[in-house]
């Protein structure tokens, strides 16, 4: 192997890594990927152009269905909603494409700024006193408030809903490894009970099921005992719903995808994070502020920068260092282009067409809404058949939905194996048709009222 001149390992550093880990080789650290995989084929010939291997390559990319392709009902942290064209074009303007971390403010007012409208509006949202200028996603930021609250309380527990998306806590599991941390999952209604010795209970409303919880309930049971409370929430429940500083919470997380962000195949987006001002000092990542300068001239600064690169090193309140500042400017433009009445326009949209088609799938012989309460934009739908079954046959007819079964991290939830169905303002009427035929075809509805 030649020496790579951008890496100032030798061959013998690499030979003493790989014997201090117990592996011979580097290829054998990738054999837990398929070797099909590494190695995909993908049927370019030898001697191709470059014109016929982009229309060779164009073609696979064809066998790939669209969320726009079909009736889809997959939501959660991540959604399907209507992105105005003008979102693009100026969340991708070459000044915030260019732009990287602002250390130098003289040089970099244009970020700063736009990291600053991103705060206010979000501040404005959430009715939290401070958002710092974004995480990786939601899952991060759940699991950053996490050790937030640790490193404020002194405690090692933290309590987590079991009706927080499934990635949220696979993702604060993980990052309790390194901490040593004892997480405790248990259903919503257990929370208050559990809060006991806990540095934070995490709850999300609504939850990953789109049932509506009392969440000032909740923070009152925690903040009893000593510990904080952690609200994973939605943008747009936001716009109908109490905001989390309307319920008591001490932190609020979330995932900003649903702003204006596309999906693009799970990344990159948008974690939001937001804490009451008084914990300002522990809240990881960085903050943009307004000041001015000597001659009085309004300017934006990076306030707080607790990083590790930074003064803070081993200190530092998180090991993230940078931020998804572009998706952040999309969720800006995006909220600035909405203004209030159309996020809610946008919210009602999703909560009448889900209420709409829960009626119709609840009338089904066979089916029932699975919610434990009232619901927001999505809920759950059993029959007997289960949810990971029905899911399958409804994505044999081009219609995708998400099965509970992989939102629990042993993969049971007392029993329970739903499929979750999300609506927004892009579920059309055709879809919610196409959705109930399948369903009643499928749980055989159709020949259960035909035979009364």
């Known amino acids: 192997m030649n020496q790579n001149p951008y890496s100032p390992h030798t061959?013998?550093?690499?030979?003493?890594?790989?014997?201090?880990?117990?592996?011979?080789?580097?290829?054998?650290?990738?054999?837990?990927?398929?070797?099909d995989?590494?190695?995909?084929?993908?049927?370019?010939?030898?001697?191709?152009?470059?014109?016929?291997v982009q229309a060779h390559l164009e073609k696979l990319a064809a066998m790939n269905k669209t969320a726009g392709s079909g009736p889809f009902f997959i939501g959660g942290p991540i959604q399907r909603r209507y992105i105005p064209a003008a979102v693009p074009v100026l969340a991708l303007r070459g000044d915030f494409l260019t732009a990287y971390t602002p250390y130098q403010p003289e040089v970099s007012q244009g970020t700063l700024q736009a990291v600053?409208?991103?705060?206010?509006?979000?501040?404005?949202?959430?009715?939290?006193?401070?958002?710092?200028?974004?995480?990786?996603?939601?899952?991060?930021?759940?699991?950053?408030?996490?050790?937030?609250?640790?490193?404020?309380?002194?405690?090692?527990?933290?309590?987590?809903?079991?009706?927080?998306?499934f990635t949220f806590r696979r993702?604060?599991?993980?990052?309790?490894?390194?901490?040593?941390?004892?997480?405790?999952?248990?259903?919503?209604?257990?929370?208050?009970?559990s809060a006991d010795g806990a540095a934070s209970v995490i709850v999300q409303h609504?939850?990953?099921?789109?049932?509506?919880?009392?969440?000032?309930?909740?923070?009152?049971?925690?903040h009893e005992v000593g510990a904080l409370c952690v609200q994973v929430t939605e943008p747009h429940a936001l716009a109908l719903l109490e905001p989390p500083g309307a319920l008591g919470v001490d932190i609020a997380v979330?995932?900003?995808?649903?702003?204006?962000?596309?999906?693009?195949?799970?990344?990159?987006?948008?974690?939001?994070?937001?804490?009451?001002?008084?914990?300002?000092?522990q809240m990881p990542g960085r903050i943009a502020g307004q000041t001015v300068d000597a001659d009085g001239v309004r300017g934006?600064?990076?306030?707080?920068?607790?990083?590790?690169?930074?003064?803070?090193?081993?200190?530092?309140?998180?090991?993230?260092?940078?931020?998804?500042?572009l998706a952040a400017i999309h969720a800006a433009v995006y909220l600035s282009l909405l203004g209030?009445?159309?996020?809610?326009?946008?919210?009602?949209?999703?909560?009448?067409?889900?209420?709409?088609?829960?009626?119709?799938?609840?009338?089904?012989?066979?089916?029932?809404?699975?919610?434990?309460?009232?619901?927001?934009?999505?809920?759950?739908?059993?029959?007997e058949m289960g949810g990971w079954d029905l899911r399958l046959a409804l994505l044999e007819r081009g219609i995708q939905v998400e099965a509970t079964a992989s939102h629990y991290v042993d993969g049971k939830r007392r029993g329970r194996d739903d499929v979750i169905v999300q609506c927004t303002e892009m579920t059309s009427e055709s879809d919610a048709d196409a959705l109930v035929d399948a369903v009643a075809e499928i749980t055989g509805s159709r020949q259960a009222v035909a035979a009364r």
């Open 11 to 35: 061959e013998a550093d690499r030979t003493a890594m790989l014997e201090r880990i117990g592996v011979r080789s580097v290829d054998e650290l990738f054999n837990a990927i398929p070797r």
């Open 37 to 52: 995989a590494r190695s995909p084929r993908l049927g370019i010939g030898a001697g191709m152009s470059e014109q016929e």
């Open 116 to 165: 600053f409208e991103y705060q206010s509006l979000l501040a404005e949202l959430l009715a939290m006193d401070v958002v710092n200028s974004s995480m990786y996603d939601g899952a991060s930021a759940t699991a950053e408030a996490a050790l937030m609250a640790v490193r404020l309380t002194g405690r090692k527990k933290v309590v987590v809903s079991s009706d927080v998306d």
């Open 171 to 193: 993702t604060l599991r993980t990052y309790a490894r390194g901490a040593e941390l004892e997480i405790v999952d248990v259903p919503t209604d257990r929370l208050a009970s």
């Open 206 to 222: 609504p939850d990953a099921f789109g049932t509506l919880v009392d969440v000032r309930a909740i923070a009152d049971a925690a």
């Open 254 to 281: 979330g995932e900003g995808q649903p702003l204006g962000i596309p999906m693009s195949y799970g990344g990159p987006h948008l974690g939001i994070f937001a804490c009451r001002g008084a914990l300002v000092r």
């Open 300 to 325: 934006f600064v990076n306030t707080l920068q607790t990083r590790e690169q930074h003064i803070r090193r081993e200190k530092a309140t998180s090991n993230i260092c940078t931020n998804e500042a």
């Open 340 to 383: 209030p009445e159309g996020l809610r326009a946008a919210a009602r949209a999703g909560v009448a067409r889900a209420r709409a088609l829960a009626n119709r799938i609840a009338a089904l012989p066979t089916c029932r809404i699975a919610n434990d309460g009232a619901f927001f934009d999505r809920f759950t739908v059993r029959t």
